[in-house]
């Protein structure tokens, strides 16, 4: 929802600040993490009230520039802005990281200050968490343009980060020049009746009796760093006439308390009007939302000593809906504060009226927060996801991927993607990407399979190359358009689970046998186009599939072949051991010579060796008496 703020109720002029919390630091007193960037500053600084800066960070995209006239802002960190130009794409962000889930108070100051000496204050619009909270239309006015204007919310983050979203509208560049968040009480302004579904913007932050003070203003300070700003713009003129300013020294009690932390200076002032008279205001609204009024008193008028002598109503739109005796209930110098929410407005303008029943009106402050409902976000998985696709594809800077992909659904969700809401229509989820002829060059992550919603996805005509990953295969797609681009590998198995009516994946470099559940699609009405590429085989038209290999390896049936081969070697090897072992055991075979039979073996060889030298001795013998002469007789 829209919420344009108007000057006079809801934004603060050049001379305001920002909390005096360290950035990064610990925020005080609640103690959560606070950051205070300087948009557009290169370096980090310390202002007069003490506040540290960041020099710029977590911003996606745009450029720096320097207001025309530095020496007319007194604060370093309102001389410097970043802005977002087209070629930074529709929308940009400043996605602060590393956050506790809580409430924050987030502070931005926007100036133009024909920083571009085009004289022309841009229109664009501002989100917080996926809301849209800040709208702004040209031509600003004079004062506002060259002097800049801050404005603040209070906002629940439940992902970690706050995102800060920037949303041009036509070729305007939006500006930013400082952005505060600081993490505060999560139970502060009633939030555990309100509920954590909405935004509280603020349309108008009032001291009574006093001018503007706070963080930025004076040496005040206010604990969530809030600045508040004199009441007197805000009354109905016959009002004035009876005015009168109560101010004490007094220390207030019951101040800077949780959950709300309100200063003592607040109460330390008020306005009042004589008896019989009423006190009015007229605060500008938006008719489509809901507010939420805060009263702030405190007896600080020594002369009232008890119940009775200071009794008032509350009048909202001519409507009395409290009664209110500041003695009674907190007795004197001691803070009271009371809330009441607006609804079914009817008009751009909410009157407050406070009309005396006895003695005098009091009041010491004022605040309106509109009610802004928390729009549907994407299912975090897919935000996970998108980013995921946007790194994988590598998406240019002037395409706005950033922030929510879906988020505000007043704005286009992310260019070429279509959102839907989920079932139950509490979030929102992708319904179709269609990125076709984007000149992109990466690869599909396969975080593509969160997208579990997913019917259409359109990536023809780009660059793009590595695997198909398994994740394609979500059972809602029904569209498929990967032609000509350099995809490899095989189809997936996966792409068959689907719901496809229609599959274009030709002209890339994709091999390998086509399942045969993808060519269903054909049969049954769809469309299929698979040419282009010289690595498929399949059904004809296709090359068929040489039996035993496909994708420069073994196919699926030869797997199995050489599979059955090797389970019938391994069969074989281990019947041929069980048959050795089978005829070992029936015969009792023991192919090894015993200790004692090897040593009968070699005295039976030296016995043999001696009885031959033995005869070969008396053959020579023998020989040599044959060869004697005979003796006569």
């Not at 805000?234 to 009876?242: L, Q």
Request: aromatic share 10%.
């Amino acid at each position: 929802m829209s919420v344009v703020l108007l000057l006079s109720f809801s934004l603060f002029y050049l001379y305001s600040s920002i909390s005096t919390a360290q950035s990064p630091s610990q925020s005080y007193p609640y103690g959560g993490i606070s950051y205070h960037i300087d948009c557009g500053g290169s370096t980090e600084l310390t202002d007069r009230f003490n506040t540290a800066w960041q020099a710029d960070r977590f911003y996606t995209g745009g450029s720096t520039a320097i207001v025309s006239e530095p020496l007319r802002f007194k604060h370093p960190q309102e001389k410097t802005l970043r802005y977002f130009p087209p070629s930074s794409g529709k929308k940009n962000c400043y996605v602060i990281p590393n956050l506790p889930n809580g409430r924050y108070y987030v502070r931005t100051f926007t100036v133009y200050d024909n920083y571009d000496g085009k004289s022309h204050s841009p229109s664009f619009d501002a989100s917080v968490e996926g809301t849209v909270v800040f709208s702004w239309r040209s031509p600003w006015q004079e004062d506002l343009a060259r002097s800049g204007a801050y404005s603040d919310l209070f906002a629940f983050v439940s992902d970690g980060q706050a995102d800060v979203c920037f949303y041009s509208i036509a070729t305007d560049p939006p500006v930013i020049g400082s952005l505060e968040v600081v993490q505060v009480d999560p139970s502060s302004y009633d939030s555990g009746e309100i509920g954590q579904g909405y935004i509280l913007v603020n349309y108008g932050r009032l001291s009574c009796g006093s001018g503007q003070w706070g963080p930025g203003f004076s040496n005040d300070t206010d604990l969530f760093g809030r600045s508040w700003q004199s009441d007197s713009d805000f009354r109905v003129s016959e009002s004035e006439k009876s005015i009168k300013t109560v101010v004490t020294k007094n220390a207030i009690a019951g101040t800077e308390k949780s959950p709300n932390y309100f200063p003592m200076r607040l109460y330390q002032t008020a306005v009042a009007v004589g008896d019989k008279e009423e006190l009015e205001y007229e605060l500008e609204v938006d008719a489509k939302l809901d507010y939420l009024l805060w009263f702030h008193f405190a007896e600080i008028d020594s002369t009232v000593k008890k119940a009775g002598e200071r009794v008032f109503d509350i009048l909202i739109n001519e409507k009395n809906v409290k009664r209110i005796d500041i003695f009674k209930e907190v007795g004197s110098f001691h803070a009271y504060s009371w809330n009441y929410t607006v609804k079914n407005l009817s008009s751009t303008t909410l009157s407050v009226k406070l009309v005396t029943v006895a003695g005098a009106v009091l009041l010491s402050g004022l605040e309106n927060y509109a009610l802004v409902p928390a729009d549907l976000a994407t299912v975090p998985e897919q935000v996970n996801a998108m980013k995921a696709l946007k790194d994988s594809l590598k998406i240019p800077d002037r395409m706005g991927w950033n922030g929510d992909p879906c988020a505000p659904t007043t704005w286009d969700a992310w260019e070429g993607v279509t959102c839907h809401k989920n079932k139950n229509g509490t979030a929102l989820v992708i319904f179709q990407i269609d990125l076709g002829s984007q000149g992109l060059k990466g690869s599909i992550s396969d975080q593509i399979s969160l997208l579990s919603n997913l019917v259409s996805l359109n990536l023809s005509s780009n660059s793009l190359g590595g695997t198909l990953p398994d994740g394609l295969g979500q059972k809602s797609l029904s569209r498929l358009d990967l032609s000509n681009n350099q995809f490899t590998g095989s189809i997936p198995e996966t792409l068959t689970s689907s719901s496809l009516q229609l599959v274009l994946l030709n002209d890339n470099s994709l091999e390998g046998r086509v399942p045969e559940e993808l060519y269903s699609v054909g049969v049954h009405g769809g469309a299929i186009d698979l040419s282009g590429n010289k690595g498929l085989c399949g059904a004809p038209p296709l090359t068929e599939c040489p039996l035993f290999w496909e994708n420069g390896g073994l196919s699926y049936k030869g797997k199995i072949a050489v599979g059955v081969s090797s389970a019938f070697v391994f069969c074989m090897l281990l019947l041929v051991v069980y048959v050795i072992c089978l005829r070992r055991s029936r015969h009792d075979y023991d192919f090894g010579l015993p200790q004692d039979l090897m040593s009968l073996y070699a005295k039976r060889n030296r016995y043999q060796r001696q009885k031959s030298l033995m005869n070969l001795e008396m053959e020579s013998q023998h020989a040599k008496a044959l060869q004697s002469p005979s003796t006569p007789r």
